[in-house]
């Protein structure tokens, strides 16, 4: 069974830094896309960040400048650096894999971990 377990989560203040870690196990095969998702109270899950078996990355608008996706391949492990962060980032943030011989497949999110930013 695949499971994704995030950490790095906490309270910061404006201003601040946080590198989220996502470690997925299990077989995790022929990986289409791994992303983070943000969700703060009283709104819709959104899509901050996402980089697909190419490498290729994309951002939410408000995050681009300030966050930076990565992954790890041979550890399963995908990562979020956030930089600069505002009271706005403050959400639950979510992993989210994308596997299998095609996209939507499999389609695995972890537990969440929450980042707060306030002074």
């Known amino acids: 069974q695949v499971q994704l377990v995030e950490s790095g989560g906490g309270l910061v203040q404006p201003g601040g830094s946080l590198r989220l870690s996502c470690v997925g196990s299990?077989?995790?095969?022929?990986?289409?896309?791994w992303a983070w998702y943000r969700q703060a109270p009283g709104e819709q899950r959104e899509l901050v960040a996402s980089?697909?078996?190419?490498?290729?990355?994309e951002y939410l608008d408000f995050v681009k400048g300030r966050f930076t996706i990565s992954r790890d391949s041979a550890k399963n492990t995908l990562y979020l650096d956030m930089n600069s962060l505002k009271p706005e980032d403050t959400a639950v943030y979510y992993c989210?894999?994308?596997?299998?011989?095609?996209?939507?497949?499999?389609?695995?999110w972890g537990q969440g971990t929450q980042v707060t930013v306030s002074s």
């Open positions: 989210n894999v994308d596997y299998g011989w095609y996209p939507g497949e499999f389609d695995v």
């Open positions: 299990g077989n995790i095969f022929s990986v289409n896309t």
């Open positions: 980089i697909n078996s190419r490498g290729f990355r």
